[in-house]
């Protein structure tokens, strides 16, 4: 409601400065030199924002596209043809992987937190400050605990699971946080009514609640693939850096580790580029997936 | 049938506790995490800074593996001095981006812009990183000399990777200050600019500082761009134009052939980035709690 008024009240604005004409506009600015300083500033600093957005998108379509050549998308990895597609088959696996694990859970924490928990509750309370501090976490930390607990201490090895379960907790308060926003909007009416009709509490939330919320769950659920696929520091010590497609006991790198490691070794930058290419070809359908999900749940 | 029917009801009765129990066990699933990570971050971490002496380990300022010597100091302050040059950078420019979304923007362009700077917020930084590599280094050492791999270019790219962190909860500060605050100011004889920085901005003041806080955090956690375009000297930061070595850089170069007490040492540098990351989450909570209570 808020946002809606504040943008009827912007467009008020904006048919007011349209109004007054330009001419006018400038002569006040003349009069008071710091208001025209601030606005000039705030216009500059917008411009600068886009345009580095823009050249930085522009830049990398420019510079990678020509090498995206068939050979970089053959099966098997050698130095000859720095092949993707090992690590993108492996980003594939751990991304599904790691949402089959993560979301049930990250939705499972939000159906208790929004349906069960009672207000004041203080395990409620810890788990939000838990997860607070979760998302808070940057992802190298990540990558040291699975290094510690899930190469190490379970003795799984640097392997694509060590890198999966790393991820899960990683984009675990991610889906969390959405999933409880999107439970909270779904409005009580539609409990009590099921309620009323005799359904039980499970019966309500499965039937009635979840569908309802299934845009805003979804929406998270994109943004946990977003940064599943962006990850890097989190991975390179958990599931390793081999051009390979392993079991899932074995060390496989993404599409982002193996990004870094053509780039460290700079050798192969065109390939680099290329790759960067595909990893934000990945990102512009996940943003215009987002906002779809974003609108859908603007129509409620 | 009046027995068929209990048993049905118990039945039920059953699966829903059954339910409640696996929805909460679910929900601690985050606070298990967080205990686990601190007990082995801690448990590997704190031996090791015993070992080679609290003091020496903090505030020591050579890193020599090979001979034994681990301070990171020049790491801590060089983690700061990138994340300093990064606020430096990202701040005005996102404060003013802020500023023109929520006030300036045409309506026909706003919705593009958003999505741009969500855009901007889900690019990897893995992809930020080799834009630095390309392009600003080379621009670095062809406009001002040096190797291009410096202090720099790590808090240019930081400033602009901590831009969509900062610019949408600005944006949402500044759109929940009420609408009469800016036109009592007009209605004063206040022009529009004086209204907006002079009346609106400190009226969102907790949330802005609580999205300054939230970009810091993230610039001294970031790991894959500052490695690529820092340069990596572990030494103490001696210029702009020089290299620097962060903490976080420090744990992933040498993370790969470590072992015995250099591997506890770079572990013990997470529990110090870690520690770090704690204490301006704590500083962010208590901000947005602030920002909370003032509306």
């Not at chain 1, 991610?174 to 039980?200: C, Q």
């Amino acid at each position: 409601m808020q946002t809606n008024a504040a943008v009827a009240n912007s467009e008020i604005q904006t048919k007011k400065r349209n109004s007054s004409s330009a001419g006018s506009q400038l002569k006040s600015y003349l009069r008071h030199p710091g208001s025209g300083i601030l606005a000039l500033l705030t216009g500059v600093a917008a411009v600068l924002t886009f345009a580095v957005l823009l050249f930085l998108v522009g830049y990398i379509l420019v510079k990678g596209i020509p090498y995206l050549t068939p050979s970089l998308f053959s099966l098997e990895y050698n130095s000859e043809n720095v092949s993707l597609m090992p690590s993108l088959i492996n980003t594939f696996i751990m991304t599904v992987m790691t949402l089959l694990i993560a979301a049930p859970i990250g939705i499972f924490a939000a159906i208790y937190l929004v349906e069960y928990a009672k207000k004041g509750n203080r395990l409620v309370k810890v788990i939000r400050i838990t997860a607070e501090t979760l998302s808070g976490i940057p992802s190298i930390v990540f990558g040291l605990f699975g290094m510690l607990f899930f190469v190490t201490a379970m003795n799984w090895g640097m392997s694509l699971m060590a890198g999966i379960f790393t991820l899960v907790i990683m984009v675990l308060p991610l889906i969390m946080r959405t999933s409880e926003e999107a439970l909270k909007a779904v409005p009580d009416s539609y409990r009590e009514a099921s309620f009323g009709l005799g359904a039980g509490k499970l019966r309500t939330i499965f039937t009635i609640v979840l569908p309802s919320a299934v845009p805003g769950i979804l929406a998270g659920i994109i943004l946990a693939i977003g940064r599943i696929i962006g990850e890097t520091a989190a991975l390179l010590y958990t599931s390793g850096t081999v051009a390979q497609i392993p079991d899932l006991m074995g060390s496989g790198r993404t599409l982002a580790l193996h990004m870094y490691v053509l780039s460290s070794e700079g050798l192969h930058m065109n390939q680099a580029s290329a790759t960067a290419v595909v990893i934000l070809v990945f990102v512009l359908i996940i943003n215009w997936l987002s906002g779809k999900a974003a609108k859908r749940i603007a129509k409620g | 049938m009046s027995i068929k029917n209990t048993s049905k009801v118990s039945i039920d009765r059953i699966k829903e506790q059954g339910m409640k129990t696996v929805f909460m066990v679910a929900a601690c699933v985050s606070v298990l995490a967080v205990l686990l990570i601190c007990l082995f971050l801690f448990a590997s971490g704190i031996p090791a800074i015993g070992e080679i002496g609290p003091t020496k380990f903090l505030f020591g300022t050579t890193w020599k593996p090979s001979n034994n010597l681990y301070g990171i100091f020049s790491m801590i302050v060089a983690s700061i001095y990138v994340t300093g040059g990064a606020i430096l950078v990202g701040v005005p420019i996102a404060l003013f981006t802020s500023v023109f979304m929520a006030r300036y923007c045409p309506k026909k362009i706003y919705r593009p812009l958003k999505s741009g700077i969500e855009l901007m917020a889900g690019v990897p930084s893995i992809v930020y990183g080799f834009f630095g590599l390309v392009v600003m280094v080379p621009f670095i050492r062809n406009t001002f000399g040096g190797t291009g791999t410096s202090w720099l270019a790590a808090s240019l790219l930081l400033g602009i990777m901590i831009l969509p962190t900062i610019i949408g909860p600005t944006e949402s500060a500044l759109r929940s200050v009420p609408e009469s605050y800016y036109e009592g100011s007009l209605a004063l004889g206040a022009t529009k600019e004086r209204s907006i920085f002079c009346v609106m901005l400190p009226a969102a003041k907790s949330g802005i500082l609580a999205a300054v806080v939230l970009g810091i955090g993230r610039a001294i956690g970031e790991t894959m761009a500052v490695i690529m375009v820092a340069g990596n000297q572990a030494r103490m930061p001696q210029g702009i134009l020089k290299g620097l070595r962060t903490m976080t850089a420090n744990i992933v170069t040498e993370m790969g052939y470590a072992t015995g007490l250099h591997r506890e040492a770079l572990i013990a540098t997470g529990v110090v980035l870690f520690v770090f990351i704690l204490i301006i989450n704590l500083s962010l909570s208590l901000l947005n709690r602030r920002a909370e209570n003032a509306n």
